[in-house]
């Protein structure tokens, strides 16, 4: 007995020295390490998120980066963001989630169909937002995108930092080819500065309406958006280069910022048609 449990001991002792072997023989775990604990990520952690079998470099991730959507003409792209269909999934959304979309508008200032929009365009209205783990995205840019590496790098602190403070499983988060995550696709950093518990659960939930609406309020806010607390007020009279630039810091590319803009005119100009025809069959 006494052998056996020696036996046991020898034999996991031998399976963690290889195994934090393979951790710190990873480039991506080297290319991190020192700032990711200077960020108060243990070490312990870093190698068990660094021993998953799922980690892997996907080849197609360079191959999206170098086509990507916002290099598309201004009639390309607006044929992908301001559609028929988009609109009319945001006026199903509106109907369903509108009281928690206004409440989130109205705390901090910002106009409701301006957040729509940004999710409609980011996630379509939450049915597309993932695709590789945000683990792997920022994996494989760390080790095969030079001009990529150091962004990610950063990110991916950033990321396990998230996942370590509020007990997520790395490997468990999925996003964009990009390594953005979430219903309004934050990327880690972003997530971690400008993500709300708007519901108040304790948690700031990357796919929980109220937290999302409020966070990508918040974000607009604090890049800028000029606030009003008048919801009813005309945006043409507000200041458009402010909101511009709100929406430009939420995706670096004046296509992105101009379907935004134009989804939610569409949107608010729908929506509000709707709830005068309810009213009037009343």
């Known amino acids: 007995m006494k052998l056996y449990i020696i036996l046991n001991i020898m034999f996991a002792l031998v399976y963690n020295t290889d195994s934090y072997s393979a951790a710190t023989a990873d480039p991506v775990y080297k290319a991190i390490k020192l700032a990711a604990i200077e960020n108060g990520i243990p070490d312990y ?18 191959e999206r980066f170098a086509r990507p959507y916002e290099e598309k003409t201004w009639a390309e792209y607006k044929k992908l963001f301001v559609t028929n269909v988009r609109i009319k999934k945001g006026k199903v959304f509106y109907n ?17 169909y301006l957040i729509l929009s940004i999710i409609g365009v980011e996630s379509n209205y939450g049915s597309h937002h993932k695709e590789f783990t945000v683990f792997n995205s920022l994996y494989t840019q760390i080790a095969v995108m030079p001009k990529r590496a150091s962004w990610a790098k950063r990110e991916m602190i950033e990321f396990l930092k998230y996942c370590y403070k509020d007990n997520v499983p790395p490997h468990s988060v999925y996003g964009s080819y990009a390594g953005a995550f979430g219903y309004g696709q934050f990327i880690p950093s972003s997530f971690n500065n400008f993500a709300v518990d708007f519901d108040e659960d304790g948690v700031r939930q990357a796919y929980t309406w109220p937290d999302v609406m409020a966070s990508i309020a918040n974000y607009l806010v604090m890049n800028g958006y000029p606030v009003t607390q008048d919801m009813d007020m005309n945006l043409e009279n507000k200041d458009q280069k402010k909101i511009y630039k709100a929406v430009f810091a939420y995706n670096h590319a004046d296509n992105y910022v101009k379907a935004v803009l134009e989804l939610r005119n569409e949107l608010r100009n729908n929506i509000s048609n709707m709830k005068i025809n309810s009213s009037h069959k009343k």
């Open 45 to 62: 952690y870093l190698r068990k998120a660094f021993l998953n079998d799922s980690i892997q470099i996907h080849a197609i991730i360079p």
């Open 96 to 112: 369903k989630h509108g009281e928690d979309l206004e409440k989130a508008a109205g705390h901090y200032g910002v106009d409701p």
